[in-house]
């Protein structure tokens, strides 16, 4: 039985996710991701705008009125939540942790899915695969998606994306979209992805908290790493200690980005302070307009 807290947050997490799907979301989402193919459905009547190239001459000849054949679109797809649960996503400088920011996402994602029939799944990594859920369809399946990406108490604290990915692909042989979910602070999955995105959409989304960015004067502060549980004293106040911080942020920001460039891979970032709506929409435009 789950605690009465945890069902309030998932049902509240489920009312808010599936209204931005249906208002905002879902028809973008289908714009990008548009099945495996065609199928064929029926010969009907040709009506105006119809493309002369599927007139079906034998039955046009046979019934004397021009008919076309139509198709319809093979809609089903996998889609796959790659979560990163280390122990840095739980970081939460504002007004909420990296990790609460991926679900949410995860959930409107996973919404997105069903809503166009498709299935999806969820693969959750720290330094090794912790939990792997087989991609379905239909909200009971969704929900235990956004209950385990609230609930879940990984055993590691380290990331390990690569392993991740390799564990995916061979689980997976059908050709899925794959969303990955992390902080992305590492530097060495650039060989997974790439491998990943010769067979499978992979689409990572980068969650940021600002203060990786920027350091706000705090004075004097004990910082912890999170995945080895190092301490760290530093002195906020000091100008050029937060100057050299920034620099170093951005230099891994600029080293993350042309990593995923170099491997041609697109990519969404989420920052945990603004809302994610519009980064999303604004990518699945971009892919969009590419067709």
Not at 98 to 127: H, W, Y
Not at 153 to 173: H, M, Q, V
Not at 222 to 229: I, L, M, R, S
Not at 265 to 274: A, K, P, R
């Amino acid at each position: 039985m789950l605690p009465k807290d945890l069902i309030k947050k998932i049902k509240k997490l489920e009312i808010v996710t599936r209204r931005l799907v249906n208002e905002q979301l879902a028809g973008q989402y289908h714009s990008v991701f548009r099945g495996r193919g065609m199928d064929f459905d029926e010969v009907r009547p040709y009506q105006p705008g119809d493309d002369i190239r599927r007139i079906d001459w034998n039955v046009s000849a046979r019934t004397g009125e021009v008919h076309v054949k139509h198709f319809v679109e093979e809609r089903e797809l996998t889609v796959f939540l790659l979560v990163d649960a280390s122990a840095s996503l739980n970081f939460g400088s504002l007004t909420q942790r990296k990790r609460d920011t991926a679900a949410e996402i995860g959930a409107l994602l996973a919404f997105s899915a069903i809503k166009n029939n498709d299935r999806v799944g969820l693969l959750m990594f720290t330094d090794e695969v912790e939990l792997i859920v087989p991609p379905k369809k239909g909200r009971k399946h969704v929900m235990r998606i956004i209950s385990e990406l609230l609930r879940y108490k990984p055993s590691g604290a380290g990331t390990n994306l690569t392993e991740a990915l390799d564990t995916l692909g061979r689980i997976t042989r059908r050709k899925s979209v794959v969303f990955v979910m992390s902080d992305f602070i590492g530097e060495d999955y650039e060989r997974g992805l790439r491998v990943m995105s010769r067979r499978h959409d992979v689409i990572p989304v980068i969650i940021v908290d600002p203060m990786e960015e920027k350091l706000p004067d705090m004075g004097v502060c004990t910082f912890e790493d999170p995945e080895t549980g190092d301490l760290l004293v530093v002195d906020t106040s000091s100008r050029s200690v937060r100057a050299t911080y920034q620099e170093r942020a951005a230099a891994l920001k600029s080293r993350r980005e042309t990593t995923l460039r170099r491997s041609n891979i697109d990519f969404i970032s989420i920052y945990t302070h603004q809302p994610y709506l519009q980064p999303l929409i604004r990518y699945f435009k971009l892919r969009a307009s590419r067709y």
